[in-house]
């Protein structure tokens, strides 16, 4: 398929909810207020719902339960909200419930853990805007949602490629001669109209990006395929190495790593909540 027949598809992919967008956009916002963002929130029954669901799961063990967003919103806070919105939202887009060779839960409890991991490293470094990390690393590998949806059968044959030869998914579109999920991601965040950090995520995970925000997520992809949690379909026996020096680049010593680490078993508890709705 020609980039300009992938163009012409992704843009074929329903965009995000504008709910979603705006709720993002408000949470970030400094001058936002709970019955605002409670407000936008209660415009979108789905996205109300699952906040609630969340809300009233184990991990919160709220007394009494919650039955409104406003509540909602004070006990989970507007971190919290905003991954879930996010989250939500992403998921909603695709509806192909994955292959036997791309199984699509494993895919996403990697991507959220990558979110995390990126978003508590950039608190870690006092980066402004640390949640803009989180969205960098849910959407990073975006690109292979849309060969899901739109190419199955060309996403089954990269990744037995990659399994079969021990190589990264993206040499394993090179070595079979596809698009790469890169290039596609990049069209789906312009698409999407998403921040630029989120463009530089996708373009910049697979080597040694020049931003900050950019070497947080692709040093935040690297260890999380380390730790073995999900799996994105990529088998590059050269990521310890490249952990190893963008570590240096971001000045993540030992000490630095294993705050992150503890910081993120507690914090994916509540992702297992949140995939729990899905």
């Known amino acids: 398929m020609s980039t300009h027949s992938w163009v012409q598809k992704i843009h074929s992919l329903p965009v995000l909810p504008q709910v979603a967008m705006r709720v993002t956009e408000r949470i970030q916002s400094s001058g936002s207020t709970l019955d605002e963002i409670s407000r936008l929130i209660e415009s979108d029954a789905g996205l109300t719902a699952r906040i609630l669901r969340l809300a009233n799961s184990s991990y919160y063990s709220v007394p009494g339960g919650v039955k409104d967003i406003r509540k909602a919103l004070q006990f ?29 839960l494993p895919f996403w409890i990697h991507s959220l853990a990558v979110g995390q991991v990126a978003e508590l490293t950039a608190r870690g470094l006092n980066l402004p805007q640390p949640s803009d990390a989180f969205i960098g690393g849910l959407l990073h590998d975006v690109g292979k949602l849309i060969l899901l949806e739109l190419a199955p059968d060309q996403l089954a044959r990269i990744a037995r490629h990659a399994l079969e030869n021990g190589v990264s998914f993206i040499r394993a579109e090179k070595d079979l001669g596809f698009e790469d999920h890169i290039s596609l991601g990049v069209g789906l965040s312009r698409h999407w109209k998403l921040p630029e950090l989120v463009e530089d995520a996708i373009r910049s995970h697979h080597g040694l ?20 949690i999900g799996a994105s379909g990529s088998h590059d026996p050269e990521m310890e190495s490249r952990a190893r020096e963008l570590a240096t680049l971001l000045g993540l010593g030992p000490s630095v790593t294993e705050t992150i680490e503890k910081q993120f078993r507690k914090e994916f508890e509540k992702a297992e909540a949140i995939l729990g709705g899905h």
């Not at 971190?79 to 292959?99: D, E, H, R, Y």
Request: aromatic letters at 12%; proline letters at 6%; hydrophobic letters at 45%.
């Open 209 to 228: 990006p020049e931003t900050k925000s950019g070497q947080i997520i692709a040093w935040a992809n690297l260890w999380v395929h380390l730790q073995g």
């Open 76 to 104: 989970l806070g507007f971190t919290t909200i905003a991954q879930v919105v996010l989250t939500s939202s992403v998921f909603g887009s695709f509806k192909n419930p994955g292959l036997r060779d791309f199984p699509l």
